[in-house]
Nanobody, 119 residues
Framework: QVQLVESGGGLVQSGGSLRLSCAAS????????MGWYRQAPGKQRELVAT???????NYADSVKGRFTISRDNAKNTVYLQMNSLKPEDTAVYYC?????????????WGQGTQVTVSS
């Protein structure tokens, strides 16, 4: 089991930057996959970026070249650096951790952090 706490959201102007943090309640070195998702009002939750325990990253096309996901196993924290923000990036951003078990993967979510980009 793992608890996730996001921070770093806020209000920023278009073209600005924010860095989100996701602090885990236990070591993340053995967590195979962690990621960030977002949900805008009236829309489904969508993948933003993921990172494996080996450091392999994956991004949604809409954020490629602007967002960077990273993980610091020593701090049990995953980050999302967001640059060149656009109004369409406005959403609640959620941290996710997928734990592999014998019975199958378990998915854990944080409470979310609001990101608002003004035009």
């Amino acid at each position: 089991q793992v608890q996730l706490v996001e921070s770093g959201g806020g209000l920023v102007q278009s073209g600005g930057s924010l860095r989100l943090s996701c602090a885990a309640s236990r070591s993340i070195s053995s967590i195979n996959l962690m990621g960030w998702y977002r949900q805008a009002p009236g829309k489904q939750r969508e993948l933003v970026a993921t990172i494996t325990s080996g450091g392999i990253t994956n991004y949604a096309d809409s954020v490629k070249g602007r967002f960077t996901i990273s993980r610091d196993n020593a701090k049990n924290t995953v980050y999302l650096q967001m640059n060149s923000l656009k109004p369409e990036d406005t959403a609640v951003y959620y941290c996710n951790a997928d734990l592999a078990t014998v019975a199958g993967p378990l998915h854990y979510w944080g409470q979310g952090t609001q990101v608002t980009v003004s035009s």
